[in-house]
């Protein structure tokens, strides 16, 4: 199984690119802020719990997002080539449940793939996004902050994890987004042919 964690900062273009991957490597995508967003929408208790810390730009409570990680790996595993998981793990704690419970499923990430983009072309899209098509927590530019602040301080240690594991690789996520791609494929084609 080929099992892709996609990583970098709020507005890195993670959504964008596990889009355009998982079709060509056949791969389930699980956003956490997705499947947190919808169910805000429909208002669920999950929703609910989750909206007071997604305003802020702050992170839900791990437990919450290991829990929905953890079911929707039970429902698509054997529905699925692998997963692309953008936006998760996000914290230390995160990443060792998350260990834990593939492990408990005979599979492992393969690998970590950070889409590394400079502080203000971040906010630039993220703005972008903001006037375009009115995501919340993109309207203000303090909770955009808040995001980027948070990433720094509390997911991008994550790497060294990865790192710790052989599992990560950094690429340049400036540029066109078909270019970004390309450098994506290549790294995951060079792990594929090893
Ligand atoms: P989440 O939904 O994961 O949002 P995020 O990390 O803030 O990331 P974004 O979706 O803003 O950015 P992205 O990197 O996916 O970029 P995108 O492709 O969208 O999380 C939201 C919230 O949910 C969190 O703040 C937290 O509260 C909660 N949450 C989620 N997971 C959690 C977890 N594991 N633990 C705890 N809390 C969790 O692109 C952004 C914009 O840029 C788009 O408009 C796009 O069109 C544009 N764009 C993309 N690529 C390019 C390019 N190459 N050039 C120009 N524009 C581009």
């Known amino acids: 199984m080929l099992n892709i964690v996609l990583f970098g900062p709020p507005g890195a273009g993670k959504g964008t690119q596990s889009q355009i991957v998982m079709n060509r490597y056949n791969l389930m995508h699980l956003s956490t802020g997705d499947i947190l967003r919808n169910a805000m929408d429909r208002k669920t208790p999950r929703g609910i719990q989750a909206k007071k810390y997604m305003s802020r730009g702050e992170l839900v409570p791990d437990e919450l997002v290991i829990g929905i990680i953890g ?50 072309e971040l906010i630039s899209r993220l703005m972008k996004r903001g006037q375009l098509c009115g995501r919340s927590d993109d309207q203000d530019i303090d909770v955009i902050n808040n995001r980027i602040n948070i990433y720094n301080q ?15 690789v950094g690429i340049n996520g400036m540029g066109d987004v078909d270019e970004i791609y390309q450098r994506i494929c290549s790294v995951i084609d060079k792990e594929i042919q090893k």
């Open 154 to 168: 509390s997911t991008r240690p994550l790497m060294e994890y990865y790192k710790a594991q052989g599992k990560y």
């Open 71 to 120: 079911r929707r790996l039970d429902e698509y595993l054997n529905k699925t080539n692998g997963f692309i998981f953008d936006g998760f793990p996000r914290t230390t704690l995160q990443a060792k449940e998350f260990d834990i419970i593939l492990a408990q499923k005979q599979i492992s990430i393969t690998l970590m793939i950070e889409l590394e983009v400079d502080h203000d």
